[in-house]
């Protein structure tokens, strides 16, 4: 089995190992004396690749030590099968001397380790220890940028900045729990979007993920929507129908603009949330539900407490848990992120003629106030995709700058306007006819017909 070991300095207390290191040891010689100048850092040994493929099972490592002496061809085989497969982490060969010119051993260095020393290490400890922390930087920042493709991919959720990782950590933190979850933000921040993460990763994640927008519909229609009701419960109740939370039976119900759901059946939601029990509109039967409820709103639900428009009971109910998503302005780096994100997602599969934005166009985005957030940036990239006479996608087409007086454009946008807009009058001048246009433009047929590619302008019929 894997040991751990905690360098004590004699005399004085532990110091606090901060950073683990996973040490394999395959070597007839006795363990390396530099084990013993790792001090703060967390040291799991394990002498076979057996005992080391559990501890890597068993938690995340970023760094770890091989020591390697003579190996059989089996040994080596196995080695190379545990750094191949192993989850990404860096490995650091210590070679016994004598052994670094053995052809095979040096290609699987050469081939999957980060660096290597050989022993004795004697005046090199430092250096050893200088390549460990580094290789567990870089590790770090692979964590991290793994976690954040792991958001693109599975919750279709960009960003970077530190207001949205902070959100990332909280999704996480909160997905392993089955408390209730309140969302606040401002009106297209992500509140579902983030709703859907946390039902992803959760328990519940192959039972049902149910929404409702308690402020779309009427407040007699709500209360059927969201209790369902039976047959003849009321005019127009034909047939039975199974409400909203019912239907999120197994899985979660997400109740978006939660402060829009009227008082008299704020009562309702309270009791579900107490009991787990609903009753249909015009049952007698009491259900048992088990939902786990995530709510959302834009508002400030504690004023609203305050003015007597929100159940206080219900409010700290529904506020168990609770994560505050950033407004777009607020989250560094991410526009252009997202912006490039959104382009990519519209433009992929399909011929454009856009092929991204002015740098004038990402200075302007990351000067708007975004007041719709990124729902108000999906729309602009949207619309300037489909808009724009562009091969860069500029402030003006993003209405992100008025265009007359005020928008210069930059040089190249100007070049490329006026290069489009006399190969037009060419052609048409010339009656569509290429070798007549090329003519009047002082430019070979074969030029033209690039040019007019360039611009996506049609050929003659
Ligand atoms: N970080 C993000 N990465 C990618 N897309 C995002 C991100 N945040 C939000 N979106 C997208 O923006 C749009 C609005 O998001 P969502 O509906 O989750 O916001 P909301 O806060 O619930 O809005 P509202 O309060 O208006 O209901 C959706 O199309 C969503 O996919």
Not at 236 to 241: E, I, L, V, W
């Amino acid at each position: 089995m894997a040991t751990i070991l905690n360098k004590q300095h004699r005399g004085a207390p532990a110091p606090e190992a901060t950073r683990t290191v996973l040490y394999l040891h395959l070597s007839s010689q006795p363990e390396t004396e530099a084990l013993a100048g790792l001090e703060n850092w967390r040291v799991v040994r394990t002498h076979s690749i057996t005992e080391a493929c559990s501890a890597l099972n068993q938690e995340p490592f970023q760094v770890a030590l091989a020591h390697i002496g003579e190996l059989s061809d089996e040994q080596r085989g196995d080695l190379e099968r545990l750094v191949e497969n192993a989850p990404p982490l860096n490995w650091i060969a210590l070679i016994d001397a004598g052994h670094v010119k053995d052809g095979a051993t040096s290609a699987l260095i050469y081939d999957y380790f980060f660096d290597y020393y050989t022993l004795p290490l004697k005046d090199k400890a430092p250096y050893l220890c200088a390549t460990l922390g580094h290789a567990w930087g870089l590790g770090k920042l692979r964590e991290q940028e793994d976690e954040l493709r792991r958001y693109r991919e599975e919750c279709q959720m960009v960003g970077a900045s530190p207001a949205i990782r902070l959100v990332f950590s909280q999704i996480r933190k909160v997905a392993g729990v089955d408390a209730t979850v309140l969302i606040t933000g401002g009106s297209g921040t992500g509140k579902e979007l983030i709703a859907r993460a946390i039902h992803q990763r959760s328990h519940r994640r192959k039972g049902p993920f149910v929404a409702l927008n308690c402020g779309a519909l009427p407040e007699n229609l709500i209360q059927a929507e969201l209790f369902g009701h039976e047959k003849g419960a009321f005019t127009g109740a034909h047939c039975r129908k199974i409400g909203r939370i019912e239907a999120a039976g197994g899985g979660t119900l997400f109740l978006d603009e939660i402060g829009d759901l009227p008082l008299s059946l704020q009562v309702n939601l309270l009791r579900f949330l107490q009991e787990e029990t609903i009753e249909r509109l015009g049952g007698h039967e009491t259900l048992y539900i088990d939902a786990r409820v995530i709510a959302a709103t834009h508002r400030d639900l504690e004023e609203e407490v305050k003015e007597g428009g929100f159940r206080e009971d219900l409010y700290y109910r529904l506020n168990v848990l609770s994560i505050e998503v950033p407004d777009l302005k607020e989250r560094e780096g991410d526009i252009e992120l997202l912006a490039n994100f959104f382009f990519r997602k519209f433009t992929e599969g399909r011929h454009h003629k856009v092929r991204g934005f002015s740098r004038r166009a990402i200075a302007a985005m990351n000067g708007h106030d975004w007041p719709g957030n990124v729902r108000e940036l999906i729309n602009r990239v949207r619309k300037a995709i489909v808009m724009s006479d562009n091969r860069l996608i500029t402030a003006v087409d993003l209405g992100l700058e008025c265009g007359g007086e005020q928008a210069v454009p930059t040089l190249e946008e100007a070049r490329n306007q006026a290069e489009r807009q006399v190969i037009r009058r060419s052609l048409r001048k010339a009656g569509n006819n290429v070798s007549a246009a090329a003519k009047l433009l002082g430019v070979s047929r074969v030029t033209l017909y690039r040019l007019m590619e360039k611009h996506r302008l049609p050929g003659p019929k």
